[in-house]
C-alpha cells in the first residue's frame, strides 16, 4: 500500500503561481511513476505531468507545457509541481497519481483545490 498526501492548493490570482506536494508513504520502494493530473467542474479528469522515479524523465500536457514544472526528491518520496504564469483555465482539483511497479498498480491522492481568479 501507498498512501498520498498533496497540498499546496489555494486561491491565487491569474498571473500567480503556486507549488503543489505530494509526499508518498508505505511501499513506496516499488514507485517508478509519479504524477499530477487534475480535473476541473463538469470535465474529466486530464493528465498534467508525469516524472519516472529513476532518470528523473518527465512529460507534460501541451497545456502547461512551458508554465509548469514537475520535479521529485527521491529521498523524501514527493513529487512537486511548480505551476506559473495561471489562469482561470487551470482552475480544478489537482490529484497526484503514483503508479508501482510489481505488481502493477495505481495510487490516488485525495486532491487539492486549486483556483485562479480573474
Known amino acids: 500500500q501507498v498512501q498520498l498526501v498533496e497540498s499546496g492548493g489555494g486561491l491565487v490570482q491569474a498571473g500567480g503561481s503556486l507549488r503543489l506536494s505530494c509526499v508518498a508513504s508505505g511501499r513506496t520502494f516499488n514507485i517508478y511513476n509519479m504524477g499530477w493530473y487534475r480535473q476541473a467542474p463538469g470535465k474529466e479528469r486530464e493528465f498534467v505531468a508525469t516524472?519516472?522515479?529513476?532518470?528523473?524523465?518527465?512529460n507534460y500536457a501541451d497545456s502547461v507545457k512551458g508554465r509548469f514544472t514537475i520535479s521529485g526528491d527521491n529521498a523524501k518520496n514527493t513529487v512537486y509541481l511548480q505551476m506559473s504564469s495561471l489562469g482561470p483555465e487551470d482552475t480544478a482539483i489537482y490529484y497526484c497519481?503514483?503508479?508501482?511497479?510489481?505488481?502493477?498498480?495505481?495510487?490516488w491522492g485525495q486532491g487539492t483545490q486549486v483556483t485562479v481568479s480573474s
Open positions: 516524472i519516472s522515479r529513476s532518470g528523473g524523465t518527465t
Open positions: 497519481k503514483v503508479v508501482v511497479a510489481t505488481p502493477p498498480y495505481v495510487y
